[in-house]
């Protein structure tokens, strides 16, 4: 097989996998596109891939896989398990997994497929939809050095910032340590920004001094929780789109289970991921849905 890469299956069509496929079609790779909705793969033919009604057919005829899958029981199942893509695929396919899973989901994903002859790494994404969209997402990677650096074109096609964290699993530790950061410094700007309104402050006013001050952060800059500081963000669309509760509160049970792995301390974690259920809710009042920075509505209460 070729080394350059030019037919890329992608399978996982979702808010995320949408854009980072769009991206590789606009970019020049010849895209095989996969998902179980229908409106996913009509969007994803408009983009200019070609799709496919099964996974299977998708990768029949690829150089490299690229996945964006909801949890790591799927991925499994997709590769190894029900649909069995490793059994499937052309040997030597370079199979880059984006989901967000357990470093213990990777780490099998890996065993297997070298066994069966692929070459595999986890690449987990930082940036959210608007950077999956954009093309300047950040990919963290757990592989041996020369597969990561095999997939770098595919990466760089979907992202601005490619790092190797380690081997096989690495890329879902660094994934889950960004991740419970971004859950604590998102809860701790949402509950800032509500004790200034609380006490009469205008919430882009105390943005401005914080983002000056010692109190900047992401969240404060990039992701206002507050409802019309940021003209572009969740918050002033009521929420929707972008990044789930339901999602952050999987990727801090994944850091949960990390800590518990290594007998670590992760206090601001644990607290951050009581806040996010506490938001959450349920039945009529689930909040799941919404993008994360609804945390704010939470204070709000």
Not at 22 to 37: E, H, I, S, T
Not at 112 to 125: Q, S
């Amino acid at each position: 097989m070729s080394t350059k890469i030019t037919d890329v299956a992608f399978i996982g069509l979702g808010n995320m996998g949408g854009g980072m496929a769009a991206n590789l079609a606009q970019k020049g790779f010849r895209v095989r596109a996969f998902d179980l909705m229908q409106a996913h793969l009509d969007k994803a033919q408009a983009d200019g891939c070609r799709v496919f009604t099964s996974a299977t057919e998708a990768v029949r005829e690829c150089d490299a896989v690229v996945s964006m899958l909801p949890n790591g029981a799927i991925v499994e199942s997709v590769y190894i398990d029900q649909d069995a893509l490793f059994d499937v695929m052309p040997k030597g396919t370079l199979v880059i997994d984006c989901s967000t899973v357990a470093p213990e989901n990777s780490r099998r994903m890996a065993k297997v497929g070298t066994e069966k002859g692929m070459r595999v790494i986890d690449a987990p994404v930082s940036g959210g939809v608007a950077a999956a969209a954009a093309g300047t997402l950040a990919f963290m990677c757990g592989g041996t050095e020369a597969d990561v650096e095999a997939a770098r074109p595919v990466l760089a096609a979907m992202g601005a910032n490619i790092f190797r964290a380690g081997d096989h699993g690495a890329g879902q530790v660094a994934k889950v340590c960004n991740n419970m950061l971004l859950a604590i410094h998102m809860a701790g700007t949402a509950e800032a920004l509500q004790l200034g309104v609380n006490n009469g402050l205008d919430p882009k006013v105390l943005s401005e001094i914080m983002l000056k001050s010692s109190g900047c952060n992401w969240s404060l800059e990039k992701y206002n929780p507050y409802p019309g500081v940021q003209e572009n963000s969740a918050a002033s669309r009521g929420y929707t789109g972008g990044f789930m509760v339901d999602l952050m509160l999987k990727d801090l049970g994944l850091a949960m289970q990390s800590a518990q792995a290594s007998q670590s301390s992760v206090p601001m974690g644990a607290a951050a991921r009581n806040l996010f259920s506490l938001h959450k809710g349920g039945g009529e009042q689930n909040n799941g849905g919404l993008d994360f920075s609804s945390i704010q509505q939470l204070y709000q209460r």
